[in-house]
């Protein structure tokens, strides 16, 4: 089963997510919660995490966190391990809880925080747990509204900060949910980065390159996009987008024989995608067409210059 790609360096800020199997319950009763919240203790005394908001739900749990030593992957099979551990002695079960890894994404802060932080914190009222966000006991908003106080691994200045009061904060809360983050968090394939498009870019040159091992959407996400491949190979050969993606029958198209190689090579997408961005008939042909193309520039010296000078023009 592939794995989840993830990025990891001192001071990334995430969202942090996992869900029960078949959505059954996680958190069963007080107990529980409060053992949840004891392994984040535990995790800030250990590795001197920072949370900076969480919502435990019956069924899945949200939490936006900062991994001042950059090793995300080695709290949470510290976190996920050790409760559900407790809870099937508790429970008296066996085997795994959540549904599979935790997703995380990693959050640029200056962008997302303060909307991250809302979403979390309205979870319970969209569920219908809860009329108000302060009203539900396993989250952090109480906290960030001073009506209960937040332990030690809770930062709640940060974001709260950005508000001239706790009622600002509030009304920031409560405001329409309704903005660009509820639904990219409510799309079927969340993204691996979420930020503008110069921190994507930055944090792609940073990030360690994913393997064949990783979800394949998560590769695609990561390596070069379609659109730069296509517009490098517009300045390349001459030609406008049209040519590229539009076969001619009979004429020898190379330009968009190697755009479709670069696809392969370059943005790991498949055969499917390819065929369908191309408009070409086949999968196949899209196979066929590549294996022309590793062939030729075997033997073909301009080819091999041309292909080198655009692959530095595509990864800059």
Known sequence: MPR??????PGAIYHVMNRGQNRRPVFKDPDDYQYFLKL???SWERWALEIFAYCLMPNHYHL????????????MRHLDGLYTQAFNRRHGRDGPLFRGRYKAILVEQEEYLSQLVRYIHLNPIK???????????YSSHRSYLSLKKPPAWLNVNLVRDNFKGRKAFSQFINSSSEDGLSKILSAKRLPVIL?????????????????????????????????KIIQEMMK???????????????????????????????????????AKVFQVKSPDTVGWSCRQIDKKKTANK???????????AIVE
Request: net charge positive; proline share 5%.
């Open 40 to 42: 984040c203790q535990k």
């Open 302 to 312: 301009d080819l091999q210059k041309r292909i080198k000078a655009i692959s530095k």
């Open 195 to 227: 930020g503008t498009k110069d921190f994507v870019e930055k944090i792609k040159k940073l990030a360690p390159k994913p393997t064949q091992n990783h979800v394949r959407l998560q590769r695609q996400e990561l390596r070069p996009s379609l659109s």
């Open 236 to 274: 390349a050969y001459g030609v406008t987008k049209a040519k590229l993606v539009q076969g001619l029958r009979g004429q020898e198209n190379e330009a968009r024989k190697v755009a479709m190689w670069f696809a392969k090579e370059y943005g790991d997408l498949s055969h499917s995608q390819i």
């Open 4 to 9: 989840p790609y993830r990025i990891q360096y």
């Open 64 to 75: 936006c966190l900062r991994t001042p030593q950059g090793n995300l992957s080695r709290i």
């Open 127 to 137: 569920a219908n747990l809860a009329v108000s966000p302060q009203d539900y006991a």
